[in-house]
């Protein structure tokens, strides 16, 4: 049986934080997730503490020991698999249920593709929605990693003094682990699933050159795949910022 914990690294980007926050107490309560946030001088601690959510806090960089040591807290947690989300990606229900039952038996999953929403003016893609599939390889967000070979890796899967590259150094710490670990894998859109990554101020990382523009309306999508509620706070961020225009 798969109980579902779920890692993320909290860092500026307050009112889409908060929202992301919102939609991991949503999750906690609903599927009885397991969260744990990574923050750095206390910034968010509080936003955690009244949604019940375990924080750790802990310098920025390197970024990789910032993520091993909120992966290190799992330990002693009761969980099976742990769930990698940036503060930014956005996960349906639909998608979590779907990640729990994949899980079973399995030791490295994740999807191979994700929606993109480019939220920053200073980079390609701004008030664009995108969709981004990968060739013979997992997208970050969503990637799953069970507790057995978290024990196996001493739950440091990150390399600790990397500040980029940081889902390539995970990939490269498991194939160590050879034939020991149980792969898998899935396309959400196949799966009528959604994740969506927003790309904001302070992202790591831009729209790749491979995404490919949809035509969709985002905030009905967002309408569709979380509640109205979440979807209509995340929408009027976006507008508010002036990354959707109406």
């Not at 150094?169 to 149980?182: A, D």
Request: hydrophobic share 40%.
């Amino acid at each position: 049986m798969v109980r579902l914990g779920i890692l993320s690294s909290v860092w500026g980007r307050p009112e889409l934080t908060e929202l992301f926050l919102d939609r991991i107490e949503h999750l906690k309560k609903k599927y009885d997730i397991v969260p744990v946030i990574v923050g750095t001088d206390y910034e968010f601690a509080q936003e955690c503490i009244v949604r019940n959510i375990p924080y750790l806090d802990y310098a920025n960089k390197p970024l990789g020991a910032k993520w091993n040591a909120g992966i290190s807290l799992f330990e002693d947690l009761d969980v099976s698999h742990v769930m990698i989300l940036g503060s930014d990606d956005f996960v349906s229900d639909a998608f979590v249920e779907h990640v729990i039952k994949f899980n079973e038996g399995k030791d490295f999953t994740g999807c191979k593709d994700v929606y993109m929403f480019g939220a920053n003016p200073k980079r390609k893609g701004w008030q664009q929605l995108f969709y981004f599939r990968y060739k013979g390889y997992l997208v970050g967000p969503g990637r799953c990693l069970s507790k057995r070979i978290l024990k196996m890796m001493d739950y440091s899967p990150w390399a600790p003094q990397r500040n980029y590259g940081l889902d390539g150094s995970v990939v490269k710490n498991i194939k160590r682990l050879g034939s020991h670990v149980v792969r898998g894998s899935f396309v959400m859109k196949d799966e009528g699933l959604f994740m969506v990554d927003i790309k904001t101020i302070g992202n790591i990382s831009g729209i790749p050159g491979g995404a490919k523009p949809v035509d969709d309306d985002f905030i009905k999508m967002l309408m569709f795949h979380l509640s109205w509620d979440e979807a209509g706070n995340i929408s009027d961020h976006l507008i508010k910022t002036g990354a959707i225009v109406i």
